[in-house]
Each structure stands twice: as structure tokens, then as C-alpha cells.
């Protein structure tokens, strides 16, 4: 049977955008159709809006601490939100320049933005009233932020990440529901704007699923700030429209609480409403679209990738699903997808990045032979000539020193995890790191001190060294 496309991707954003390109480089007839802009999460309501908002908040920090250097200065603490919120929205606009509809017209590539789409067989979608046959399907259509339950809440005027970049003005104050990354990050870029902050979770702790120690210390590094936390809460209610009042429980004991704005952070769900999957029989869980191995379907010739399937919803991990799930498409070589090495950061001020497990974690599959290699931020001269030594990595090794887990909380640790996350995903110990010349002074030399560490830790293990001690010892 002929087709109109080899591949017809659903969703604009990261990942479909990258499936489309590695599908028409390798010569096939791709079209590729968002019901929105594309761009997708990332570029409107995600990756690009928070963290340009976390660079301002960043930059008005730095200049408030201006006075360490020079007698009397001082920054006026007013700060226009409004050019701020401009701002942002001029970095999006800009890079959505690189992602318009025209710039894959040009390759040929067939994009529609702004076009409802449904499935109306399993080889054949309608988009925008036209239909549209393929051999094979790419689904990554991301997700959107989950809203739970709460009484009250749908009759306050709340926010999301997906509107909050839409303000004209900052609020006086804001309640966040949600100590996750997109509720830290926020709380802490809108506090350091002059937002007053709080943050209602309902774990025990904010991020979570990160090594507990070092989101205890963020945590201090936020209260210091000025962020309310309350955590271990419970929210039972929303009440008054005109100005949100949340009613919370929190060991029993009921607390209130308000604010000018507030912003629900409580999680993400998958977009897969609106494209008639059950009526071509493709199998969904509460999770997402269900898939192998390979990122197939419960239909074959249907593959899926991004937050529309997980496990981890990042812009990264939806660019490497859609490059296997493309790959095997296509290619004649099946590759399995590999979840054993996925590194994340969350990007407050410190950085917080994380790959691999926790030593909790580690300690309950590998048992107490698990050695842990610590990294002060006080040790590094770059940090000290940077006052930033308000941070600490972790290296979770097993009894070999092969590398189980990182964890670095402190100035650029999205970047410094690199070196050691390429290591656990090569197999390499963290010892053999020591042999690497890093120079001087810059943050990686975290790292360095780690290996240096394993490397003592090895030597002094060693059969002939312990046998020495053990004669020493002896006389």
C-alpha cells in the first residue's frame, strides 16, 4: 500500500523535533504536526522561560552583593518585574525563530503547527480536517501540568508553568503547590525578584527524589533566602477567589495560608487526549502510552517517546527516546532503550544534578561495602575565590570503585557532573579519574579530589600494602 509519509510525528517538540531530523536525513518522507507552536513544554512553558527567569533573578542577586566589593554600594531593591517577564518572553520568541514551521518547510519537511490531530486508523490521522497516511508513527506529544483534586481549587484563579510566564507584573506574594524542580527553581527566581515566597509540599522534604542530604541543604540555602517552606503538608482546601487562601494539614495541626498569586507545581500528566487512541487500539496506562523496549507500541509500526511515555520527563531524555525510537524505525540494528545512566539538574542557585543512585539507595542493593567519596566546595580555591563555597558532592562507588551514583550540590554542578556521569557510563572507576589532569582552579577539580580519594582508598587496600602495615604493625 502507498502512504503519503514513511513517518508522520505528532507533537513539535524537543523530541519530534529531533525525530524529524533524523528521519529526513536518513532520506525519509517526514511530516511533523503540533496542535500548538512548536517548541513544545520546553521552549514556551518549560526549560527556556524558567531558567531565562532564573538568570534575571540570578543577575539582581549578584548585584545585590555588590556591596562585598565597594564602600557604599548598594542596588535599589526595586525591581521591574514587567521588563523581566519582557525579557523572557524575547528569549522564547527568539529561539521559536528556530523552530518555525518554515525552517522544516525549507529541508521539506511537512509542518503543521496549530492543527488538531486524531488518529482515524491505525495508518492514517486527520489534522486539521486534512488526512494524512503513514508507513510508521512517531508519538511525542509531551505533557502538561497536572492539577489535583483539591476542593476549592478550580474556582480560585491559579497558575501553571504553562501561564505563569504570561504575567504581565510580578505578585507582592505567591503560594507554589509543589516542592519539585519546576516549584524550587520558581520559588527561588521569584524571591530573589522580591516575590514573597511559600512553598506547600506534601513529602517530607523539597526534591524528593535527590540524594536527602544535599536537598537538606538547598533547603537551608532557600530558608536563608527568604522562601517559606512547609513541608509534610497535606492541602485540604483552596478558598477565596479574589486573594487564594490554602487550608493545609500538617501533623494533625490545621494551617493556613495566602498569598496574591498562587502556583500549582504538583506534577505532570501525559497529552494523549484528543488523538482516538482507543479506536485503533493502541494500549495507554495511568503512566502514559505503554511501549517495549524498542519505544514500540501496542501497534508496531507506532512508536512513542518523551514525557508521553517516561519514565523520565526531560527534554534530554525525550531527544535520546526519539533518536532510538527513529533508529529502530528505520535501521536494520534494534537498539533497546537504557535507562541505567540519566543524568538530571536541577538549576536553582546552588545547582543541584544528580545521575545514578542515591547512597540510600545504594546501600540497599549493594549492602555497607558501598564506599562514598565527599567533595567540599570549601577545598576548591575557584569556589573560595568566588565565595561559593556553600556546596558539597557526592560519589557513591561500590567495592571495586565503580561508580554508582553523583550528587553535587553547588556552582555549576549541572556541568562539573559530566565527567564523572561519562566515567559510570563507560565503566570507568572512579580511581582511574585521578590519572586526568584538571586544571586549575576551576569546579571540576571536585572530581579530582574524589578519584584522589578512591585512588588512596585503593592503594592502601591493596594485598602487599596491607601486608606491610600488618609487618609495621607488628614490631
Known amino acids: 500500500m502507498a502512504y503519503d509519509y514513511d513517518l508522520i510525528i505528532l507533537g513539535g517538540g524537543g523530541g519530534g523535533i529531533t525525530g524529524a531530523m533524523l528521519a529526513h536525513g536518513l532520506g525519509k518522507k517526514v511530516a511533523l504536526i503540533d496542535k500548538r507552536r512548536f517548541g513544545g513544554e520546553c521552549t514556551w512553558s518549560g526549560c527556556v522561560p524558567s531558567k531565562s527567569l532564573l538568570h534575571a533573578a540570578h543577575m539582581v542577586a549578584t548585584a545585590r552583593r555588590a556591596a562585598l566589593y565597594a564602600d557604599g554600594a548598594k542596588m535599589d531593591d526595586r525591581v521591574s518585574g514587567a521588563a523581566v517577564l519582557q525579557s523572557v518572553r524575547d528569549i522564547v ?3 521559536y525563530e528556530d523552530e518555525k514551521p518554515e525552517t522544516f518547510e525549507k529541508l521539506g519537511i511537512t509542518a503543521l503547527e496549530n492543527a488538531s490531530v486524531r488518529f482515524t486508523d491505525a495508518h492514517t490521522v486527520e489534522a486539521s480536517g486534512k488526512k494524512m497516511s503513514a508507513k510508521k508513527f512517531l508519538i511525542a506529544t509531551g505533557s502538561s501540568p497536572l492539577v489535583p483534586p483539591i476542593p476549592g481549587l478550580d474556582a480560585a484563579p491559579y497558575y501553571t508553568n504553562e501561564n505563569i510566564f504570561s504575567l504581565d507584573q510580578l505578585p507582592a506574594s505567591l503560594m507554589i503547590l509543589g516542592g519539585g524542580p519546576i516549584g524550587v527553581e520558581l520559588a527561588q527566581a521569584m524571591n530573589r525578584l522580591g516575590v514573597a515566597v511559600t512553598v506547600i509540599e506534601m513529602a517530607p522534604s523539597i526534591l524528593i527524589r535527590e540524594e536527602a542530604e544535599l536537598a537538606a541543604r538547598l533547603s537551608d540555602i532557600l530558608t536563608r533566602e527568604g522562601v517559606r517552606l512547609i513541608t509534610g503538608a497535606k492541602v485540604v482546601r483552596v478558598e477565596n477567589p479574589e486573594r487564594p487562601a490554602v487550608l493545609y494539614d500538617k501533623d494533625g495541626i490545621q494551617g493556613r495560608t495566602e498569598a496574591d498569586a498562587l502556583l500549582v507545581a504538583a506534577g505532570r500528566r501525559p497529552n494523549i487526549e484528543g488523538l482516538d487512541l482507543d479506536h485503533i487500539g493502541l494500549a495507554v496506562t495511568r503512566q502514559g502510552i505503554a511501549v517495549n523496549g524498542y519505544l514500540q507500541t501496542s501497534l508496531p509500526h507506532i512508536y512513542a517517546a518523551g514525557d ?14 526519539a533518536i532510538v525510537a527513529v533508529s529502530n524505525a528505520f535501521l536494520p540494528f534494534k537498539k533497546r532503550v537504557n535507562y541505567d545512566a540519566v543524568p538530571w539538574c536541577t538549576f536553582t542557585d546552588p545547582e543541584l544534578a544528580r545521575s545514578g543512585l542515591t547512597e540510600a539507595q545504594a546501600r ?7 564506599r562514598v567519596y565527599r567533595a567540599d566546595y570549601a577545598k576548591l580555591d575557584r569556589a573560595r575565590t568566588e565565595r561559593a563555597t556553600d556546596g558539597l558532592a557526592k560519589f557513591v562507588c561500590d567495592a571495586r570503585g565503580k561508580i554508582l551514583g553523583i550528587h553535587i550540590l553547588g556552582q555549576r554542578a549541572g ?13 570507568i572507576p572512579l580511581h ?8 586549575y582552579p576551576t569546579y571540576s577539580e571536585l572530581t579530582r579530589l574524589a578519584a584522589r580519594a578512591a585512588y588512596i582508598d585503593r592503594i592502601a587496600s591493596h594485598p602487599v600494602v596491607r601486608l606491610v602495615k600488618w609487618l609495621r604493625g607488628s614490631k
Open 432 to 439: 582511574k579519574l585521578n590519572e586526568v589532569i584538571h586544571t
Open 364 to 370: 540497599e542493593k549493594y549492602g555497607s561495602k558501598i
Open 415 to 427: 556541568e562539573v557532573l559530566h565527567e564523572a556521569h561519562a566515567a559510570r557510563t563507560l565503566g
Open 93 to 95: 520568541a527568539d529561539i
Open 308 to 321: 508521553v511515555v517516561g519514565p523520565y520527563q526531560f527534554s534530554h531524555m525525550a531527544n535520546y527516546q
